[in-house]
């Protein structure tokens, strides 16, 4: 009989060492992780959400040409992908020993996006991201005032 994995190893490898997510809330970091694993959270909620709704905006967009239903789904799904794949950044970079510097500067660049995503929402009334919006813009907005000061 073979010996089949199912889980990869560095899967069990973090699971045996918990020494990374260590790392990722350590002081200075915490508020930063949290607001990470928050973004991924919109994107699976806005995955189930669209994926809930898919039979009424296939409807919705039947007068449509293909060219604008391929952008539709395109953009809405990309959303998912994108807000999984910059809260995992932040989180690869949260666990990693990146510098005082680099972390303010993504500190200040996830606020400018996340806060432009959260008029957004209000602009187009979409009240469920427009909630988690508003409490990861409140999350990177404690991060920076209390961020620890360093010379790093």
Same mark, same amino acid.
């Given at each position: 009989m073979t010996n089949l994995r199912i889980i990869p190893a560095s899967v069990i490898h973090l699971m045996r060492n918990f020494n990374e997510a260590d790392l990722m809330f #350590? $002081? /200075? *970091? *915490?508020?930063f992780s949290i607001a990470a !694993?928050?973004?991924?959270v919109m $994107?699976? $909620?806005h995955t189930l959400g669209f994926a809930g709704n898919? $039979?009424?905006? #296939?409807?919705?967009l039947a007068p449509v040409g293909p060219e604008i239903q391929g952008a539709f789904w395109a953009l809405a799904w990309g959303m998912s992908i994108i807000f999984s794949a !910059? /809260?995992?950044l932040n989180l690869v970079v949260a666990a990693s020993d990146a510098s005082a510097r680099l972390l303010r500067a993504? *500190?200040?660049?996830?606020?400018v996006w996340m806060v432009a995503f959260t008029i957004?929402?209000?602009a187009y009334t979409v009240i469920p991201p427009l909630i988690l919006g508003i409490v990861v813009d409140v999350i990177?907005?404690?991060d920076l005032i209390l961020e620890p000061r360093s010379s790093s």
């Amino acid at each position: 009989m073979t010996n089949l994995r199912i889980i990869p190893a560095s899967v069990i490898h973090l699971m045996r060492n918990f020494n990374e997510a260590d790392l990722m809330f #350590r $002081a /200075g *970091r *915490r508020l930063f992780s949290i607001a990470a !694993i928050l973004m991924i959270v919109m $994107a699976a $909620a806005h995955t189930l959400g669209f994926a809930g709704n898919a $039979a009424k905006f #296939r409807q919705s967009l039947a007068p449509v040409g293909p060219e604008i239903q391929g952008a539709f789904w395109a953009l809405a799904w990309g959303m998912s992908i994108i807000f999984s794949a !910059i /809260g995992l950044l932040n989180l690869v970079v949260a666990a990693s020993d990146a510098s005082a510097r680099l972390l303010r500067a993504l *500190r200040w660049t996830n606020l400018v996006w996340m806060v432009a995503f959260t008029i957004l929402c209000l602009a187009y009334t979409v009240i469920p991201p427009l909630i988690l919006g508003i409490v990861v813009d409140v999350i990177i907005v404690a991060d920076l005032i209390l961020e620890p000061r360093s010379s790093s």
